[in-house]
């Protein structure tokens, strides 16, 4: 980043005090999400992608000790020698790391020294943050403002997580429950709605925290395109299914198709089809399948394949973007994290409010536009520019959040990117069609 | 596809006479360049990606049989139903097919029966072309077009094929040799030329056989940019070989710098260090390092460690096919499949032409464009639609064609793609930048 | 095992409430050997192989609960149907299992609940040996004894899974520290004792509890040969890979010498070399390595190497065992579990006390003779004949104790078997050679 | 080998021209074996087990120059630095070589120039086999019966190899045909001998060519037994299908089940059930399964799943050894290589003949005994030693030979081995029983 008007804003606006909240808030936040957990839960990685809930808790503390800590802290020592090597993730710039997919035949360090690990780690943060001298304050700002969100990304990460350890597990364990909320109104109708086409522009703008890939903001042409009002729902992914969309080869890309092939994907993944009906593992417990509610845990492959079978197609990032630049985003909000209901609900119409509903919040939806960097991105050097960039090959974009994504952590300039195979994370999608 | 707007153009407009003969000529170059082997390098798979020799000779023919002879011959009756299995490639619609990785434990059919098998069905078609009635003529010359193009893919990916199942054997089999030519000239310098941004169109026109990836015609919009007049060169990519780029992970993709940890890149695919120096092996050869040509055999995170670590970037697939069109193509022609020199070969600088060089030609050149629909793409039904737009997923476009590329299958609005990691094709770059 | 001349002899001799105590000591000392654990301990697979301390407390619990509750309690309930699942190993007659490979993904059951079905299964069992009825004594009792056993042979499996799991921890926990007990005398030197052929007899007797495949018990015929005192130590290991044992293919079996190539064999497992030294990895801690403790952690194809590096070999089981019948078992005893020093000692010279030593106990010795059925052995049907029987193929025999063999599991008749590349166990050797 | 006892008698008995000519014979053979095969045919390598014809070619012709020529003639020079690396098995002291897995890829040398290879070094093995001195003559001759033994071996793996490769092709050719014989009589009945126990000595003797791991002769101690007159037959393995035998785990070695569960094993290699009836791929066509025939292409598990289920038992190698020392070999000799049947014929009943039939020839049978040194065995130095013993681990014995094995190449002191789960040769069982 070697000018000011490439280069995220920083959070110099924020006072340092709400600053401080914020970073104590999220700290606390990740240690609440954890609380239902056994021991036992923090340990085991049930797949490649996911990470023992243990090692969420070790990395998302390492990361301000190595970018905060260890370059403002007077008289800074480690905490640990061996925690540098443990709790790295990917920043080759920061040296050797465990082999991601060991993660889980480590014992040690245990949970209690973790959260030791944690507590200190936040004190001196905080500490720093309120005795910092004013003209390292901007950097340290900066950094922080990254931290936060990088441990609210590990908050979303942490959950689905956790719900695919207890998932595998035969005794179905449950998250948590929650209060049923009386479902009030008619489920949103599948309606399209139009947009003109023409030149706008999509990206972060100057106000806020963003990440380096939503810079900078630019212009995009768009045609007319249509959008549907929300997402796909569980009822209309089961007539795909019972349709025979998994036994058709003419719907599907072709890697898409090699795994249904080799029986790795029938159903969205935490279905289950019992003798009569079919029901859903939830974070709160298996749950028949509720049809209003918006279809989650189905990878590109799959959201592309019940686009072709609808006659559809997935919203480019722009037109996406663009059309949700045109909503009263209060309307336009779904369930979020903060709601605590750990799973995507069913969107109710409300009088005279007709515009897109669920854009922010329920489930990420794939988009048709690959992970690339915007023109004129420039990646920063160092760990910062190993945050976004490096990725930049054979993923997909999601936008919009979802249940398990904190409220103050989406925007609608927010680029989450997976590879196109991923459907442990609360992923779902909108239909979009030409003019 | 629909209607006709957004089908591709047909031949109609060729006379059936040229076509014919065009078939002909493309059905005979395949078996022109198999002459250089011997019948054992016909059965070989090198590795997963090839295919043998004696396969693409099969299944080229196989394409004719069931695209156009089947629906199209009276009497039409299978040559053999066996060769239906195992000539079959990926197209799921036109029945099972051998595992891809299993082509070269097949000893049989023979090379003499393969060959005989192309002879039939190539008369067969012959006389299709000639006595085929003037209502089927349009589609028949449509598949017959498709059929030609096809046939002119394989004969690139034979020779690629050859050129790796010559290159992991020991012995060092040398493909053919070629006239050494002389070098007139200066070779092109690396002179970055300036586009002026704005709204401009790609995709397919009106005229001539385009792939339906290549539609439809659409306007985009493009920043101002630069563009280098020639593809980089084995000198430069040896400056950041010798400059430590494949030992610094800030320059490389995640997924490339997994590459080079697990000891797979460590230098362009087919390079050699001898005890003084750089060897390369040619279809033609192993031969000295020519600093003066382009760098071929280098994957996508390849291509783009370089130019990050040249503090440039790759240019877009817009930007590559705007700056085409305002070329003079005679000028900037490289050398193609019709040469027959096997090899990408250095531009020389000729007396008042200052433009982009080694547009068509050389060496594909990767862009940082994901190889996904264009806006209003529609996939076709049926294995038509399986040529293309099934692989919409995980790949990236290269653009301009190679010396293993025949020159009337080329074109600037042409869509190759690979994945990422790929590069036993003639794969190399050509730097873009900001204004 | 249809008559009574093949089948074990039964526990009947011993009395009721001996039999009583024996079991609570066994469930007992089980769980004493999981005190030094971390609960996050229990949890992780740290290779295939091993099983999550967890697992192995659960599992011996379900073989009482299956294999004599279930046939013997009145009323008997299942504790939890889907413990039957989590818990079986690779007893195909008793239904489904988890895939070995998945045991550490699993967080659940905590090691609270594992425990509390380990105590009430205990109870229950208690219960029905001081209640159950003299009709079905007999054979309550030789199940019971089989579930003894199975418990001591976990025992042995849960140190050395216990001591992988730490050993590939970076913080390098420490199971527990020990006294240091004072050396006193001369290390047993290396000699070698002749012993006479001739016509022998080996297997279990009719006394005391054996495994089904220590009979029937037969003869054997020998010719002259020689076994040395001890096993082989660290010393003359270190000598062996000073001399370059691993570097020459020599001395190898074809598939330990693949091991050697691939880089997975350098030094006994738990070795590492420092910059001045040796040292090794115990349960006790990291220390340098003691030249007159018995080389531990060896495969067999190492053991093989080292043999003929030394011009020796590995004695058959008949050998052994007959060698061993003619010792004062009290004199050849080592170190075993009993004595908790969770490593193999080094043996000292006892005024006149020339014969072998370390026989049973210290480190289990590989042995030439593979792991197949006596002459004359019939397998049981069900359950009991998984025990042993169905493992009969690729497998060489061990014997002697180790360690960590409890001393009331060890017998000189005694068969332990495992593949020629596994050394997670106290695995060592004895040198023979030919008179 | 140390001493003249232990040694293998050497060839010196025989005279130079008689070696000569068994030499040319030998090489004849190889090379009349390979007549029916189309160049197509040498290349593939249709699974790992399996060679490429063309590099058996060039193996048994690299073993005579290596291994001769290389010692013994004057003036020697390599006749192809690179052969020396490709045509190498597994010799590690005679240098590197190919990646077994990778014999497949390599389509040069050709064909032809293997046979000019061959040519050339038989010509010079001949010349120096008439003109080498006296004094060297025993040494050579020694070696010479190597080479012929093991170019013999290659005759027999390169029938089987060549029988897989057509196999696997579904266009299924057929290796050559031959006249269906009359079968006279009525097949051999499945009635068991006695043979009484007692000791014996078994092993290779003073007179004619063996392996070293058939020495030393030595002294082994047998109870009664009883052996089946002949190998299980097709009829009688069928019925083991038809009674469920593939489903019931308890008759079959865990390692067995294992490929049972994973669906690799649920016939014999080869079989395939048609709608009314079972057919077996013979290398002389497909045809219906004849069940008087020996049964053929199963492993050890298989073997010993079978003989479970029939209530008997796998032989030992020492009793099937005492038991054919026993026999008229004349009468007990079955099909071998010289008849040119290429498949195991059903043995018929002779007047007066009613002792073991098909010992020698038809099929492998498998034994209970592992692959292992006898007592008193030393393995050579160099590569002599690599024959046999480097393979001494995880491998079971088998006797007998098959229909592809050279009349003058088997002896009932032959050990041939292989690990369980192979079966791709002509391995079959002979049941036996204690008595």
């Known amino acids: 980043m070697s000018d000011s008007v490439k280069r995220p804003p920083t959070g110099v606006s924020i006072g340092r005090q709400d600053l401080l909240a914020r970073f104590v808030a999220a700290r606390q936040l990740t240690e609440k999400l954890c609380e239902p957990l056994e021991i036992e839960d923090y340990v085991v990685q049930s797949m490649l992608d996911v990470s023992p809930p243990k090692w969420h808790l070790g990395h998302t503390t390492w990361f301000f000790e190595r970018l905060l800590l260890q370059d403002f802290e007077q008289g800074f020592k480690l905490y640990h020698p061996r925690y540098y090597f443990l709790f790295n993730s990917y920043y080759q710039s920061l040296g050797e790391r465990v082999e991601r997919g060991s993660r889980g035949v480590l014992s040690r360090p245990t949970v209690a020294e973790v959260m ?92 806020g925290f963003a990440y380096d890939n939503e810079f900078p903001r630019h212009k995009v042409l768009l045609r007319d395109f249509q959008l549907c009002r929300r997402p796909v729902t569980n009822g209309e992914y089961l007539e795909f299914i019972e349709a025979g969309g998994y036994a058709d080869p003419g719907l599907w890309l072709s890697e898409g198709w ?57 919203p480019t990032e722009a037109e996406w973007e663009v059309a949700a630049a045109a909503q009263d985003l209060a309307a336009a909000a779904g369930t979020l ?58 993923q997909m974009v999601l936008r919009g959040g979802s249940c398990a994504t904190p409220g103050d952590h989406i925007r609608i300039s927010y680029r989450n990117f997976f590879h196109c195979n991923r459907r442990w994370q609360f992923t779902g999608l909108r239909l979009a069609a030409d003019a």
Chains 1, 2, 3, 4 share one sequence.
């Open 116 to 207: 030791a690990y944690r507590r200190e780690i936040t004190e001196r943060t905080a500490e720093l943050i309120e005795n910092s001298g004013e003209t390292e304050w901007p950097a340290l700002a900066d950094l922080l403002f990254l931290g936060i969100n990088h441990e609210q990304q590990h908050q979303e990460l942490l959950l689905t997580d956790i719900k695919h350890i207890l998932a595998i597990n035969p005794l179905r364990p449950v998250y948590c429950r929650t209060a049923e909320t009386e479902s009030v109104g008619n489920p949103v109708s599948g309606e399209f709605l139009h947009f003109a086409g023409g030149e706008f522009e999509i990206g972060a703008g100057a106000n």
């Open 258 to 314: 090699d795994l249904v092939q080799s029986g790795e994907r029938e159903a969205p993944l935490y279905w289950e089809q019992t003798e009569s009906d079919w029901e859903e593992m939830t974070l709160t417990g298996w749950r028949p399948l509720d049809p209003n509610q918006p279809v989650c845990h189905i990878d590109y492959y799959e959201a592309a394949a019940f686009a072709r079978w609808a006659g559809k197609r997935l």
């Open 337 to 394: 994290l903060d709601q605590r209901r750990y799973h995507p609900q069913a969107s109710r119409e409300r009088a005279g409010k007709g515009g897109l509903v669920a854009l922010l919040g329920d489930v990420w939806e794939w988009t048709g536009s690959a992970y690339l960097a915007y023109p004129g991105y420039h990646q920063s050097l160092g760990p910062l520019g190993e945050y976004n960039g490096k990725f930049m090959s054979s």
